[in-house]
């Protein structure tokens, strides 16, 4: 276990060091020198020479890189050039609002999923399993962009049961922060909901077919009981992957959403630092966003190895 585990180490530092390097690779290729973006057309030359030296622009590009990584290293992710506060303090705000509103979306994601992929199993060919997975290819085919902006048409301009959009802050009662995230929760949960029903589905189907199954039934077992006790505990196993690599979607792939709702999160920090060609702090967050996806697939992986010793020698 403990050689499988330096392994996954191993590739885990090597996947965050070329994906670090294809980021600031990325980024100083994008036409537009921030300097002359934030001082305007008119600046003189020794004003923006002045300021690319303020904010270490002058150096190498290798300088700058191996710069942004050591300092990442030990906690700072540098300052902003826009708002010349730390980019590690704006993180840490936008995180506030982006990790809560990924767990409320993957918590409603599961509970719409579990119940519609058991069912569709269990009625394979009946009604119930046509119109679920009728609604989920529905589900997948729909940009969440489009469902969130339905979502407002709806819920808050026609019901007015929620905000429209913006995010109160979380001292003003966690109430009025939930009700803030439940639309845009909404909007992300139910393209996921409807993947993970189908690998739900899918998976209990496979199980329900395994020889173990059978023999449970023929000692008297019924289909519920066989169901509960057994097959289901082991068709969770490809599902927990998908939730894994949801909860990284979610968390990383909000930007969309975020921006049609008016949320202060990190998917709208991205934003913003594109726009305004704020590199350090679109590098940054990206990459906490890189890290954030490594870290959950190595510990899905671990755990999968701990449950299943066969993974141990992949």
Known sequence: M???IA????????????????????????PGDPASIMLGVNAQPDTIAALKEELGLNVSRPARYFNWVAGMLHGDFGISYTYRTPVRDMIADRILISLPLAVYALLLSTAIAFPAGILAATRRGAVADVSIMGSTQLGIAIPNFWFAIILVAVFAIKLQWFPAGGFPGWQDGFIGGIKALTLPAVALALPQASIL???????????????YIRTARAK?????????????????IPVLTIIGLQFSFL??????VENVFYLPGLGRLIFQGITQRDLIVVESVVMLLVFAVVMVTFIVDVAYAAVDPRLRKR
């Open 7 to 30: 392994r996954r180490v191993v590739s885990l530092a090597l996947t965050l060091v070329v994906a670090s390097a294809i980021i600031f690779l990325a980024l100083e290729v994008v």
């Open 220 to 236: 008297g077992l019924t289909t519920r009981q066989s169901l509960w006790r057994h097959a289901l505990r082991n068709a969770l």
């Open 197 to 211: 029903a189908r690998v739900m589905r899918s998976s209990l189907l496979d199980t329900l077919g395994e020889d």
């Open 251 to 256: 968390l990383a792939g909000a930007i969309i």
């Open 2 to 4: 403990i050689r499988f």
